[in-house]
């Protein structure tokens, strides 16, 4: 499995489709990814017929195979806990909670069409939305927006995904200082998941 050395934290906002996406590619690849999920996510009103490799899955199921996927990976995972606030620090950025304050080295706000945090952290907006390049980073640096908060109408499961995808990826990318690849071959499966056919 592709690992970058690193002990840089990134707190994900919102824990969807794009939120746990980039939590998952951000701990598998050696980052510390933090999840703050307070289970509003669209995806209990869904059923997923149009996500690529899953033929006919309710949104809620999806969302519990998701979570014990990033789980497994050793994601911390803040469950019903809301982020308040979002401000930059010297050393990155600080979020805070009813429960307590936390820093990180990046963030990644995923809230849906809920765009409050990226105005309050001062994103450029085009138009109604958060204004991202294609790596999903807004005008503030090492601070990246996703989904619904990025697109008009777009609002995609699948589309969500990807984009938290880019957003850990180009984090990865930052951190190595080239162009990191997240690209597993069956031998990498047996590697991380041989000790479990062991067990059974």
């Known amino acids: 499995m592709s690992q970058t050395d690193t002990d840089a934290t990134v707190s994900i906002v919102g824990g969807g489709p794009a939120g746990l996406s980039a939590a998952l590619f951000a701990q598998k690849n050696g980052l510390q990814a933090r999840v703050f999920d307070t289970d509003g996510t669209w995806m209990h009103k869904a059923h997923l017929f149009n996500y ?34 979002v401000n930059e620090t010297d050393d990155g950025f600080s979020l805070e909670t009813d429960d307590g304050s936390y820093e990180a080295d990046y963030v990644v706000l995923a809230t849906g069409a809920n765009r409050d945090l ?34 008009a109408e777009e609002w995609q499961a699948v589309i969500s995904a990807g984009d938290g995808a880019a957003a850990a990826l180009n984090i990865l990318s930052k951190e190595k200082g080239e162009h990191f690849h997240d690209f597993d071959v069956p031998a990498d499966a047996d590697e991380a998941f041989g000790a479990m056919s062991d067990e059974a």
């Open 52 to 85: 690529l490799g899953v033929g006919s899955q309710d949104g809620t199921a999806f969302m519990e195979t998701a979570r014990r996927q990033v789980d497994s990976f050793g994601v911390e995972r803040h469950q019903g806990e809301k982020v308040t606030a």
């Open 118 to 151: 990226a105005e309050s952290l001062g994103c450029a907006f085009d138009g109604d939305v958060v204004d991202v390049g294609v790596d999903m980073e807004t005008s503030v640096d090492d601070a990246y927006a996703t989904g619904a908060m990025v697109r």
